[in-house]
């Protein structure tokens, strides 16, 4: 799934996830890679990255640290 943030018809930044089948207890995790992810220059640090990580209703949680999981307030089970 391809994301794009735009503002007046110019694109500001742009996310990928790709699918990541994660096998579990003899079934299947569905799970999605995140990368790319790119925000102009100019326009970062204002949120538009994060909006574009966490579109609602796109991810119930994150593999990663606690620590970045609870910084967007997401379920850390996984973590």
Do not use: K, W
Not at 36 to 47: I, K, N, S
């Amino acid at each position: 799934m391809t994301l794009v943030a735009t503002e007046n018809g110019r694109i500001l930044g742009h996310i990928l996830f790709s699918g990541l089948p994660i096998e579990v207890d003899g079934g299947v995790l569905r799970a999605a890679a995140l990368a790319p992810l790119a925000v102009l220059p100019e326009r970062q640090g204002q949120g538009i990255g994060t909006a574009l990580e966490f579109v609602p209703g796109c991810l119930d949680g994150v593999a990663g640290t606690v620590r970045y999981a609870q910084a967007f307030g997401l379920d850390n089970d996984i973590s």
